[in-house]
């Protein structure tokens, strides 16, 4: 009896009713495709056996919450003179904040301490993020890293990095030994 098989696309988006083990491995043996009327249970493993992220029991809710690292959102633009990065840190102090760079890169972390009331757990809403973040930014240009200058006024951190003058010239004396 020939079964029609679905594509992986299919699958992903909920055909079918019986059920089957899937892995990774699935696609590159090229097994991946179910049949029609059939749906696949997905065990998201890989040739290192895991997609865990470093869990030992393959479980990434189990992780501890003040183990993962958040990212930090950015507004990044430019003017005729400068690259500027723009991110809000309200709640972080300028010492837990730490800024590098390279002249074609930029790297914010920082952490975000949380301080609550009373128990704790009586949250209606409990959207913000408190711990660990960074963001690393790959700049467009290069950029002067001895005249960058970084602020934060109101928990909006303004980077500004000079753009380096490829065009400029300098002229050498040479001098005689």
């Known amino acids: 009896m020939a079964r029609n098989k679905k594509s992986l696309f299919d699958w992903l988006t909920g055909g079918g009713s019986a059920e089957r083990d899937f892995s990774f491995d699935d696609l590159e043996s090229g097994s991946a495709t179910p049949a029609v009327g059939e749906s696949r249970t997905l065990n998201i493993k ?23 690292e958040g990212e930090l959102s950015v507004d990044v633009y430019q003017t005729p003179t400068h690259i500027v990065i723009k ?11 730490d800024v590098s760079l390279t002249r074609d890169m930029v790297t914010i972390r920082g952490k975000r301490e949380q301080h609550t009331e009373g128990g704790g757990d009586d949250f209606f809403f409990q959207e913000l993020y408190w711990g660990s973040f960074s963001r690393t930014i790959v700049l ?13 006024k109101h928990g909006l951190l303004t980077i500004r990095l000079p753009k ?14």
Not at 87 to 97: C, K, N, S, T, W
Not at 164 to 177: C, E, F, P, Y
């Open 46 to 68: 890989g040739k290192t056996g895991s997609a865990s992220a470093g869990t030992t029991n393959g479980s990434l809710l189990s992780e501890p919450a003040e183990e993962l």
């Open 87 to 97: 991110a809000m840190i309200a709640g972080v102090r300028p010492e837990d904040l």
């Open 140 to 152: 467009p240009q290069e950029v002067e890293i001895e005249e960058a200058e970084a602020s934060e």
């Open 164 to 177: 380096l003058d490829k065009g400029r010239h300098a002229k050498l004396k040479v001098r005689s030994n």
